[in-house]
């Protein structure tokens, strides 16, 4: 079954630490590009970070300096280190996938997974 499986969500205090795991399953020959987004209650989901098979990095202004995004190409997952976290943090992060592509050929332009809450509460 093809699908994003995020962990690594939860509560922590102001200042502290999470990080944020993404594993695609299925046989993927490539994954253009990965990433992270979030959406906090009342508010748009927006891009967090993005990482490309080669390696290239995008931040939101927000996060950068706190937030690190890497990639496992080899295990098809992706990593979000969030330090420093603020209470403005606090959402629902989704991972997505652009342009996957199976041994079979068949190619998913865009894949999301489910979410993952993480609550920044003292």
């Known amino acids: 079954q093809v699908q994003l499986v995020e962990s690594g969500g939860g509560l922590v205090q102001p200042g502290g630490s999470l990080r944020l795991s993404c594993a695609a399953s299925g046989s993927f020959n490539s994954i253009n590009a990965m990433g992270w987004h979030r959406q906090a209650p009342g508010k748009q989901r927006e891009l967090v970070a993005g990482i490309t098979d080669g390696g290239s990095a995008v931040y939101a202004d927000s996060v950068k300096g706190r937030f690190t995004i890497s990639r496992d190409n080899g295990k098809n997952t992706v990593y979000l280190q969030m330090n420093s976290l603020k209470p403005e943090d606090t959402a629902v992060y989704y991972c997505?996938?652009?342009?996957?592509?199976?041994?079979?050929?068949?190619?998913?332009?865009?894949?999301w997974g489910q979410g993952t809450l993480v609550t920044v509460s003292s």
């Open positions: 997505n996938a652009v342009r996957a592509t199976l041994t079979s050929g068949h190619t998913y332009n865009e894949l």
